[in-house]
Structure formats: C-alpha cells, structure tokens
C-alpha cells in the first residue's frame, strides 16, 4: 500500500529491487510483485548502478545509519516516519543528505494528500491561533510486535505519536522550520519498562498557540484520527487527516458579521502514497519543493525526545553497527 500499488499509478517510477535479511522471504516478495532483482544485503542495494533511489521502510532503529550509507552512495532516500531514532541521528542524516546533494524525504504521506492543502487554506480564515489538538490512536494488541521493541526504536509515541506530533506542528505554524514544539507535560501509559503504549502531551509553539497531542497503541482509547484548531475567529475539526482516501471529514465554523457560519466538505484525492511518491519523483527528476524535509524531521524528533524526556523515559536510540 505504502510504495507498490502508488508505484504501478506514477508515471516514471519503477521498482526494479528488493533486500532482505531473508533471501529465501526476499525472493517470494520479489515474485509475487513482479520486482526483477532481488540483493541478500540491504547494503547491496546501494551498490546496484540501475537504481536511483531508495525505499527505508525498516524499523525506526534502522533508519540513520541504512539512509545515511545510502545517500553517501548517491541514492536518493524516502524514508519511513519517524525519520530517525531521536533528533541528534535525524541532524546526522540531514547532513548528509546536504552533503551529498540527494534528496530526503520523510514519509509522512498524509501531508501531500489535497486534504492537508485545504486545511491549511481554511486555518488563515481563523484568525490568530489559540490552540491545536491532533490524535492518533489504533488498537495494536500484539506486545510481540516491533512497535514494543525498546530496541528497535518502538514506543506509541515513536508510531501513531509522530504523526500527531507532525500534524499539530504542521497546523500550528510551525512545520517546514527547524523549531520544534515546547513541552509543558506530558504523560505515558507505558507496555514495558521504557516501551509506552499510549503517550499524552501539552505542549506550546514559541508564539503561545497551545498544543495537546495523544496517541496509543494499546489503550481504552480504541480510535481515533483527528485534529482540532480553534483560532480567535473560528474553529476546524478534521476526521481522519492519517489516510483520508479512507474516509475524512472537514468541518469549518467561522464567525462572520452575519452570525456563525458552518460549512462540511470532503476533499477529493488519490491515495496518500500516490501523493506522496509523486511529490518523491518530482523532487527527485525536477528538484521540486516538498514540505516532509529531513530539516523538519529534525524539529519532529526534537519534539519527540522532549515529550520522552518531560515523562521521564530516555529518548530512543539508532542500530549503530
């Protein structure tokens, strides 16, 4: 869903490799979607002359150093969300996507969906910001899974909390810089020492605009996707801003001269990934612009670590071999 179905829709793109751990479970992959090669390394991968980009989908450990030896071997890197496992492996890969002249990009896919645009739109009909909430909660009932792996960079906050992290900052005005989020509390419901399974934050933009995120894997919250911004001349709910192709909702409230005035829409789009991956494209063959920047992957995790610090649980730390 994330990169094959959106590769088979983009003009241009073409998945022509695969890298496992497992060559046996790689060559599967490999026949059931039709990929031409397949490398028993992932480092493999950067060697091969006929690819010019690569897909890090591995756990959030695995993401500084593989992206990192990929943009140094010119490819380049669309990386699974969170970007890293804390702000300071997240400057490391900006650095050297910088250094190499690759393009970065952080999956987060919900951004380039038209849904995002038009939120965006809607929030300079508010007036000045008075406060954002975002949440993301799935149930994930499986304590094996490598989302509760403190080694593997896993944590509620790490998975479904990115995303209200980058939601919140993307709508209070912040996204696209390097300032991240100040923390004023913030809370974990934990699966295992140091491995939460539901994180809650209060937290605020340097301009004062309040910001509350919540997030969980395992909690009585069951679901929930939404963000909430109330500005001094209105107010707007959004359903679903994850992967809105699924089901989504925006309402508007606007204060206006004649009494309040409520409008409901939905926003016609594609898949996110589709998005997504042409926005990769572009700014691969045409250098063009796009708002998931490894920059701001370094404002998210520096957000992230400070929610881990104010809870009083370390940050989470990169596979480093």
Known sequence: MALLRPAAQVAGVDVVAVAARDPARAATFARKHGIRAVHERYEA????????????????SHHKTLTIRALQAGKHVLCEKPLAANADDARAMHEAAVHSGKVLMEAFHWRYHPLAARVLEEIDRLGPL?????SFCIPLPLPGDIRFRKDLAGGAL???????????????GVAGTARSLIVDDAKALLMSPEVDRAFSGRLHTPEGVEVVIECS???SRLLSARAQIEGERGSIDV????????FHRLRTCIDEPAGRR????L??????YVHQLEAFRDAVVVAAPFPSTSLDGIANMATIDALY???GMSRRESYSS
């Open 130 to 134: 008075k406060r954002v909430r975002a």
């Open 309 to 311: 610090a104010k809870a």
């Open 239 to 246: 359903w679903n801003p994850v992967v809105p192709q699924f």
């Open 217 to 219: 894997l395992l909690s």
């Open 262 to 265: 409520w409008s409901s829409s």
């Open 158 to 172: 790490m998975d479904t909390g990115c995303y209200a992290v980058n939601i919140a900052r993307t709508f209070c």
């Open 267 to 272: 926003v016609p789009g594609q898949a996110t």
């Open 45 to 60: 991968l950067f060697d091969d002359e006929g690819i010019d980009a690569i897909y890090n989908p591995l756990p959030n």
